[in-house]
């Protein structure tokens, strides 16, 4: 298989190159990147006036499967994320049965290499049956195919084990994703713990059981060295202790996700329950600092934590539904239009926090960059053409996107998995 891409602005931010260049991929790999390239019989893509990226990877992705495939399954999201503009997602855990086994690590990788048409990278359970009590055979679960380990969602509220996890971590130079959440500090609550709480008159979530834990997160990987990477970061107080871990030269990366970037506390006004997520929206200063750590690289990666539910899991009243957003189709237009377009963050920062970062915190070799020998995964995008969305039209299983009539500028034009072009669905290069 050989495809050329012709005429389009590579934005590479491994090697900080923003230039008009042609790249030529062939079975699976990028062979050539130069500013004129020629090869007879190959099928051809100008990309003039578009964006060519390193392939995007969503670390934090629910795919549902196994056990609650009405929601989502692998071939689900496997095309929602191309149609999003991702090459590659990495699966939680909190399936049914749990990922906390060879047996169930393996069936992900199995039914992806089957069914997915993007690359679908599992993450496995810290504790069993996510119970916070004891540990995985992390071990075991690597040699299954894992590429990190955590208890999403939940988070591991025990400290003894979560140091025992970060130990073993150490010895496995394996990743720990922590959910940072003190379950005795949010429990009853619905949205953040502020004014727009009290007016609403809903329970509240403080940020302290967010700041409690990452706090002690971090204090424990800088014991153990071992590398800690935060999940949705979302107030203040986690990011200057983020910060100061960094400063510290402590081996901690953090995410942040598209609703927590970019909406506050106040969109709740209105009760829609696919604004209910964990971590909740925060304060506008939260917001702010957010924007700030992003561009200071405090923040290292944006993710989706895509959250299908069911119409009937959130149609239920604000203070019964689930927590979660579908995101995986939305994010990039979202992060384009709102950060990029209004000159928040360039272009090459938001390519970097999509691509190279993820892929350097997850060790994924080959991935994250455009140079020959590079796996040929590739993310065009549109920076100029506009989209209205409509949740009607989500590929997702589930429409739990409060992002519905919202008008975007920029867009993913088309997503390369291995040298294949898997989205637009139905394109077919020509010679």
């Known amino acids: 298989m050989k495809l050329l891409i012709k005429n389009g602005r590579v934005i590479d931010p491994s090697s900080g190159t923003d230039e008009t260049l042609d790249v030529l991929l062939a079975d699976g790999k990028i062979v050539l990147v130069e500013s004129r390239i020629e090869a007879a019989s190959t099928p051809v893509i100008d990309a003039s006036r578009l964006v060519v990226a390193p392939g995007f990877i969503d670390m934090h992705t629910h795919v549902r499967e196994p056990g609650h495939e009405k929601k989502e399954d692998i071939s689900s999201a496997s095309r929602a994320a191309a149609k999003g503009g991702f090459t590659t997602i990495c699966a939680m855990p909190n399936t049914n049965p749990v990922n906390d086994s060879r047996r169930v690590t393996e069936y992900i990788v199995a039914e992806s290499r089957k069914r997915s048409i993007i690359n679908i990278l599992p993450i496995a359970a810290i504790t069993k049956g996510l119970a916070g009590e004891e540990l995985t055979d992390m071990a075991d679960l690597v040699a299954a195919g894992a590429v990190a380990f955590s208890d999403n969602g939940r988070g591991v509220q025990n400290s003894r084990v979560m140091k025992q996890a970060m130990e073993r971590a150490k010895k496995l130079n394996a990743l720990i994703i922590v959910h940072c959440e003190d379950s005795k500090l949010s429990e009853g609550g619905v949205m953040n713990e502020g004014q727009t709480s009290s007016r609403l008159g809903l329970p509240g979530i403080p940020a302290a059981a967010e700041d409690i834990m990452v706090s002690r997160d971090i204090i424990l990987a800088g014991a153990a060295g071992a590398r800690v990477h935060i999940a949705h970061l979302s107030t203040q ?195």
Do not use: C
Request: proline share 5%.
């Open 237 to 431: 107080g986690a990011v200057d202790l983020v910060r100061e871990g960094k400063r510290k030269k402590i081996q901690v990366t953090a995410e942040a996700t598209p609703h927590h970037v970019l909406l506050s506390d106040t969109a709740l006004e209105k009760r829609d329950p696919n604004l209910k997520v964990n971590p909740p929206l925060r304060g506008a200063d939260d917001v702010k600092a957010l924007h700030e750590a992003i561009k200071e690289g405090v923040v290292d990666a944006f993710a989706t934590d895509h959250a299908p539910h069911s119409r009937e899991q959130k149609e239920v009243g604000f203070n019964q539904a689930l927590f979660g957003i579908d995101g995986l189709e939305t994010a990039v237009s979202l992060l384009l239009d709102r950060l990029v377009s209004r000159q928040i963050i360039p272009l090459m920062r938001l390519v970097e926090m999509f691509s190279t970062r993820p892929a350097q915190i997850l060790g994924l070799r080959g991935k994250g960059r455009i140079s020959a020998g590079a796996d040929a995964d590739l993310t065009i995008l549109n920076l100029h053409q506009e989209v209205t969305v409509d949740v009607r039209t989500l590929v997702s299983k589930s429409r739990n996107n409060p992002f519905d009539g919202w008008k975007l500028r920029g867009v993913p034009q088309m997503t390369i998995r291995g040298g294949r072009v898997v989205h637009p669905f139905d394109y077919s290069a020509r010679s």
